[in-house]
């Protein structure tokens, strides 16, 4: 095992490094390091800063051969756990994988963290460690939603970074999502939807009203398409691939839709076991639900990024298994390639006035 003063030489051959927060799963650092391992294979460019306990990092990755020679470990003992309050983490982060993984993109070390812990505790660190970019007045968590659109998928922010947003706030979304879904899904000219409880232009709270005028007003200039209000139905629809909210309201439609999710396929369960006849049906239908289980599985878009930050940070689902991990480092690894936070950062500067270098 190479030690962590071997950095540089691991960054000359593999140009992109990622910090890996490997405790606070659900599932303990097997299943990221694991993760990890199948990221490599697929990414020759692909290195590794691991924070954790660095006697339990040594065994897990020395089974794994597509991490030798590509990675480092940073000690750290201590845990942030599910159960620990955000300010008390800020308070007392220092010796935790959290702080330490969040800690190596503040130097320099690496282009991205990736961590499977503690939402507001991670989002805490990240703002204070990382600071938001000129302009922000709040940071974002923008996240993947399966839909019908081509691509596969629907990018949703704010889901949860902050339960309030005002119109400004709106508009930075906006702006944040449609750079996202530009430099990381390369669409060319996303479609922006803001959510609301109708597409009439007089319904919805005087915030929204006022961030519908300042978003369309925008779209001209930052090349994207401005497609109006859009209803809750249309968050998995193929009308937008950018659905813009607040906080608390993008929150309970996650986890509404986490919990549907989970009792239709309940359901389905418990209506093949209901007699042989039904059983039989299922295995006539095996490849058809296999097809659907993998065209929805949420594993295969794992990964929540904090947006309007000085460097990104992908927040992992905290029961990702390995393929979940795998798919949070692919996207870290997808927006370190294309420099996104700089791109992001001069897309927020436009809504300021201020002439954009290289906005994307």
């Excluded at 490094?17 to 990414?43: E, F, H, Q, R, W």
């Excluded at 930052?222 to 998995?236: L, N």
């Excluded at 919990?259 to 309940?266: K, M």
Aim: aromatic residues 6%; proline residues 4%; glycine residues 10%.
């Amino acid at each position: 095992m190479r030690s962590y003063q071997d950095l540089s030489d691991i960054a000359r051959k593999y140009p992109i490094i990622l910090s890996v927060d490997t405790m606070g799963g659900d599932l303990g650092p097997a299943a990221v390091v694991n993760g990890c391992a199948n990221s490599a294979k697929k990414n020759p460019r692909l290195g590794f800063v691991f924070h954790g306990p660095e006697a339990t990092l040594k065994r897990l990755i020395e089974r794994r051969k597509a991490l030798i020679g590509r990675c480092v470990i940073r000690d750290a003992a201590d845990v942030v756990s599910m159960d620990d309050k955000p300010s008390q983490v800020v308070r007392h982060a220092k010796g935790t994988s959290m702080y330490s993984a969040i800690e190596s993109v503040r130097n320099g070390e690496a282009a991205g963290a990736v961590s499977c812990g503690n939402t507001g505790a991670l989002m805490a660190l990240s703002t204070i460690r990382l600071r938001k970019l000129p302009g922000v007045n709040r940071p974002a968590i923008a996240i993947l939603w399966p839909s019908r659109s081509p691509h596969g998928f629907n990018v949703m922010l704010d889901v949860g970074a902050d339960i309030r947003a005002d119109a400004e706030d709106l508009l930075r979304f906006a702006l944040m999502g449609m750079s996202y879904a530009r430099n990381g899904f390369d669409i060319p000219e996303p479609r922006v939807g803001l959510l609301n409880v109708g597409t009439e232009e007089h319904k919805g709270r005087t915030e929204l009203k006022e961030a519908y005028e300042l978003i369309g007003a925008r779209a001209d200039e930052a090349k994207f398409d401005f497609v109006g209000f859009v209803e809750g139905s249309d968050i998995p629809g193929d009308l937008a691939d950018v659905i813009v909210t607040d906080g608390f309201t993008g929150n309970v439609a996650i986890k509404t839709g986490e919990g549907t999710a989970t009792l239709i396929g309940d359901l389905l369960r418990e209506a093949f076991k209901f007699s042989p006849l039904s059983r039989l049906a299922s295995l006539l239908a095996l490849t058809s639900l296999r097809r659907l289980r993998k065209r929805i599985d949420p594993r295969r878009v794992n990964g929540g990024v904090f947006l309007g930050l000085t460097g990104t940070v992908v927040k992992s689902h905290g029961a990702a298994d390995a393929t979940g991990v795998s798919a949070a480092v692919k996207l870290a690894a997808q927006l370190a390639e294309k420099n996104f936070t700089d791109k992001l950062a001069a897309r927020i500067a436009t809504a300021h006035g201020e002439a954009p270098k290289e906005a994307s």
